[in-house]
């Protein structure tokens, strides 16, 4: 049974910070990316915040590029994201993303999800 942890939302005012973790834990073989994903109120759909591979490379959305940076505890199986000037429409449920070998498949798992609002 693969698990992800989220923690570290809440709520911040404009141009304020927030560091979101992620903690994968259960019996898997590798992983292969881990990311965020964000759905904001009134949106059906989750949109791609920011992935890292097994490699070290990454990928933003337009809309955070120079803003949000994601980075990897390999050791701990964690992500972090850490969310620079935020805006009110950054405002969604954040959900950990990770695609992960559990042999001899691939699979996708997702967190819970964690608020994060934006707000004077």
């Known amino acids: 049974q693969v698990q992800l942890v989220e923690s570290g939302g809440g709520l911040v005012q404009p141009g304020g910070s927030l560091r979101l973790s992620c903690a994968a834990s259960g019996s898997f073989s590798s992983i292969d990316a881990m990311g965020w994903y964000r759905q904001a109120p009134g949106k059906q759909q989750r949109e791609l915040v920011a992935?890292?591979?097994?490699?070290?490379?990454?990928e933003y959305a337009d809309s955070v590029k120079g803003r949000f940076t994601i980075s990897s505890d390999n050791a701990k199986n964690t992500v972090h994201l850490q969310m620079n000037s935020l805006k009110p429409e950054d405002t969604a449920v954040y959900y950990c993303?990770?695609?992960?070998?559990?042999?001899?498949?691939?699979?996708?798992?997702w967190g819970q999800g964690t608020q994060v609002t934006v707000s004077s």
């Open positions: 992935i890292i591979r097994s490699g070290s490379s990454t």
């Open positions: 993303n990770a695609h992960m070998v559990v042999h001899p498949r691939r699979y996708a798992y």
